[in-house]
């Protein structure tokens, strides 16, 4: 790259391993923890202010949202590939083509999912079986949301664009900016202030919506006031609007992805249905449990995505050397940490779970005994995730999602309703283990075999490149041939 276009960006594919991934990692990491507690605290605010309804009318419209942040999800680490393999290689203007088109794509989504969601929310929240005292409230919630949803959207892809580029910090910077505004907002405009009304649930979207949209536009100017790589001028523009190709790359790639998060999520609801027939006090423990394994999943969830933006980079300069020790590095931080998190949660147990079930003494014993049997399984499951990121790096995607519908469905269901009449409800939290290392095992195997490595470039260079990319996943090799 050029001295101009290196400003803001790290290249990952020099340098010692170990310290550069800790380094990138760490910041992602953060930006997932400070979503979470944000929409813990927004939880609270409303349970607190408007009431059990209120909270319920969340809870149903976030349900509505967070299937369409799988999708986006799924597009923004597909153009987090296409520009780290760009910018890999050294070539910044197919970086931010694939930037542009990125970021074209999603304001066009926003704009037509703002519209239809505003239209169709009634319709969304009767599919969802929302109860009628909550329904009035998740209604005014929702379309509040979805006139934010393209600056959400645009904000999205761009920082994650920018960890593709191997910027960690910037994102993190506007997380601030993004949680800050909406902790500082939310009882403001929940409970009205001086001139400003009381907008009850409204206000709690508006003040998400603002955070949006003022995180948007800083993470912008930022951009250009300090010369970022992917800050497009004059001619640059016109990449804003969707190349063809790039968006069926978009697709191709992202859709698995953002599916791979439905699943994962379509499991969990599975699994409340099981643990609802166990009774109210399993349930009340389970409800507390999940809690603690929200932030057991984001240091697999970070350390994933930035071996997958570090791998890409390596893929696009052709270090293939590196690979092996990106992954081994990123696997044994994600242990570090998710172990440390475990032997935590579990050593103070009671007062972590006091925290959700006050002195329930029975659903505390009985949330500690589910602790006990599945919670070490997410350090399987964070290697699975490595695992993935690496694949991910080179296009693979379509084979992660088959490996996680069979071990989350199959293999889990399988397990519980075999088990079930040995072990009673023990068999739902031993399926946890279960399906993680067998995820695992298949993750594995399919590392080790290597058709993953028969690389082409996610960001092709000629027309001809542009068909192998879109028709084959693992097929013949394009570009690059692999040099150990």
Known sequence: ?????????KDLTQGPIASTLLLFAIPTLASNILQSLNGSINAIWI?????????????????????????????????????????????????RRAFGSAVGFCTLLGLVVAGGGWIGAPAMLRMLATPPEASGLALTYLRVIFIAMPATLIGVMIMMGLRGTGDARTP????????????????????????IPAMGIGGSAAATAAAGFISMIGVILYIYAKDLPLRLRGPE??????????????????????????????????????????????????????????????PSMAMGGAVSAMVAQNVGAERWDRIGRITGFGMGYLLL?????????????????????????????????????????????GCTMILFGVMRANGVVVKPLLILITT????????????????????????????????????????????????????????????????????????LAPTG
């Open 237 to 298: 523009l016109a990449y804003l609007w969707p190349d063809p190709t790039q968006i069926r790359l978009l697709l191709g790639k992202g859709l698995p992805m953002g599916l791979q998060m439905i699943v994962m999520s379509a499991t969990g609801l599975v699994m409340i249905g099981l643990v609802n027939r166990e009774g109210f006090l399993v349930t009340a423990a389970y409800g507390a449990a999940q809690q603690i394994w929200t932030y057991l999943q984001m």
């Open 47 to 95: 349970g607190r202010f408007l009431g059990a309804q209120a909270l319920a009318a969340t809870a149903n419209a976030n349900i509505t949202m967070f299937l369409m942040f799988s999708i986006v999800f799924g597009f923004g680490m597909a153009s987090t590939v296409m520009i780290a393999q760009a910018a890999g290689r050294g070539d910044m203007d197919a970086a």
């Open 172 to 195: 993190l910077i506007f997380m601030f900016v993004s949680v800050g505004v909406d902790l500082v907002l939310n009882p403001v405009l929940i409970l009205g202030l001086g001139p």
């Open 408 to 479: 989350l469905f199959g293999v889990r269901l399988a397990f519980y309703h075999w088990a079930y009449p040995h072990l009673g409800a023990d068999a739902l939290w031993l399926s946890f283990p279960i399906s993680s290392g067998s995820s695992l095992l298949l993750a594995a195997l399919v590392y080790r075999q290597g058709g993953w490595r028969k690389a082409k470039l996610l960001v092709p260079v000629h027309e001809e490149e542009c068909r192998e990319s879109i028709n084959a996943e693992s097929e013949p090799a394009g570009r």
């Open 1 to 9: 790259m050029m001295a101009a276009e290196k400003r803001g960006a």
């Open 337 to 381: 940490i998710t172990g440390t998190m475990v032997g935590v949660i579990l050593l103070f147990h009671a007062p972590i779970l006091s925290l959700f079930l006050g002195d329930n003494e029975m659903a505390i014993q009985a949330a500690w005994h589910m602790q006990l049997l599945a919670s070490w399984s997410f350090m399987l499951f």
